[in-house]
């Protein structure tokens, strides 16, 4: 199969759609692999390491898209990329169509085979393609949120580790799910209090069992969010209602109650996020202020961190990729179910539940 890497051209979007690792795969079972020149460039893979791995590097994104019959990428593509893609081509990448009624009809209309990264579920219901995304943005969400904690940047002036003779800072997270224990695991690394909530008691005793003891669980209620946010110098959102709204847990109100220069990190913020002030923002411009309490809210976190997050995307997504090269699309969703859920627009159809009848 002929497959494609252009280089993403959303705004600030360093992540590449393959490694040289993954090109070495599929060059190895004769497959022929386009990317565009300088598309790894900001994940730190240079043309050299991917024409030593036997990759054509073409010149223009136009040529890659021309001559591919499967282009793979990171980000939903933008308005310049539809009238690229066209028809029986399959792109697999991150969509969000639910987020988007231009992109869904441009699908459409290209009828184009979209395999959507974040639907792709395996059998316990899981989403393998969206977990690396999550550990990066819940590990993060911490490194962040210690930054702004500092005075100059408006934050309490308050070092989360403490040191010997002055206490640590407390870090509240909300949800124990992937981007929360990620959170809860490196803010107890860097010595902090951690306080941890989730509404699902599985994943409590889970944290309990597998995190140190200075990282303590608690049911989550309004009233114990109440309390909390009262003493807690960092507050982490990482809440999700599966297929829904996160809910906000932290309502406007709620701010004044907070000490001046606390930190809010709303991870949850791609699902309209868990805190009633958020808005999304951008690695331009992260942060903002409301009652005197420091948000952070972007929405595409693992962005910042390129390097790290196209390995560790292209590591899940590598094996359906070689399936889907070796054996065609139709075949390779046949003989994987986790793949056929990212089936969202086959040739001018939708065929993913959920996005049925959204924008009619
Ligand atoms: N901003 C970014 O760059 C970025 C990156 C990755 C993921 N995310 C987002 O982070 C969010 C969390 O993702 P995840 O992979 O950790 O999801 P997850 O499903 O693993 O965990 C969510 C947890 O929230 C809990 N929860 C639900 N309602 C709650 C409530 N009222 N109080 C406390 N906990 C509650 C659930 O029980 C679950 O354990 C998602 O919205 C995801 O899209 C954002």
Redesign the pocket.
């Known amino acids: 199969m002929k497959i494609g890497i252009p280089k993403e051209i959303k705004n600030n979007e360093n992540r590449v759609g393959m490694t040289p690792a993954g090109v070495f795969e599929l060059t190895k079972r004769n497959h022929t692999v386009y990317v565009q020149a300088t598309a790894g460039e900001g994940s730190g893979f240079f043309d050299k390491d991917y024409k030593e791995v036997g990759a054509t590097i073409l010149p223009t994104i136009n040529d890659v898209y021309d001559q591919s019959e499967m282009i793979v990428k990171v980000k939903e593509p933008i308005a310049e990329e539809y009238p690229l893609i066209k028809e029986n081509q399959v792109v697999f990448t991150y969509f969000h169509f639910a987020s988007s009624e231009p992109l869904t009809k441009a699908m459409i209309a290209s009828k184009a085979i979209c395999i959507a990264y974040e639907t792709v579920e395996d059998e316990e219901g899981t989403l393998p393609l969206?977990t690396p995304?999550?550990e990066v943005?819940?590990r993060m969400s911490v490194q962040q949120g210690a930054k702004y904690l500092e005075k100059p940047i408006k934050g309490r002036g308050i070092l989360l580790g403490g040191v010997p003779g002055v206490k640590p800072g407390k870090v509240l997270v909300?949800?124990?799910?992937?981007?929360?224990v990620q959170a809860a695991k490196m803010a107890a690394g860097l010595g902090a209090h951690v306080t941890i909530?989730?509404?699902?008691m599985k994943?409590l005793r889970y944290v309990n069992d597998v995190l140190p003891n200075h990282v303590v669980t608690d049911f989550?209620s309004e009233y114990s969010i109440r309390k909390h946010i009262k003493d807690h110098d960092l507050i982490i959102g990482?809440?999700?209602?599966k297929g829904g709204k996160?809910?906000k847990?932290i309502t406007r109100d709620m701010l004044k109650e907070m000490r001046p220069g606390t930190v809010i990190v709303d991870?949850?913020?791609?699902?309209g996020g868990c805190f009633e002030t958020t808005r999304a923002t951008t690695h331009e411009d992260p942060t903002y202020i409301i009652d005197d309490v420091v948000h952070y809210c972007?929405?595409?976190?693992?962005g910042a961190v390129p390097y790290t997050s196209t390995i560790a995307l292209t590591n899940v997504t590598l094996s359906y990729i070689l399936k889907l090269a070796d054996l065609g699309w139709e075949k390779a969703c046949e003989k994987d179910k986790s793949l056929a859920k990212g089936l969202n627009i086959v040739k001018g159809k939708i065929v993913y539940e959920e996005l049925e009848g959204i924008f009619d």
């Open positions: 969206l995304m999550s943005a819940g909300l949800g124990a799910g992937v981007v929360g909530m989730d509404i699902n994943r989550s990482g809440v999700l209602l996160a809910p847990l991870v949850a913020v791609d699902q972007v929405a595409n976190m693992p």
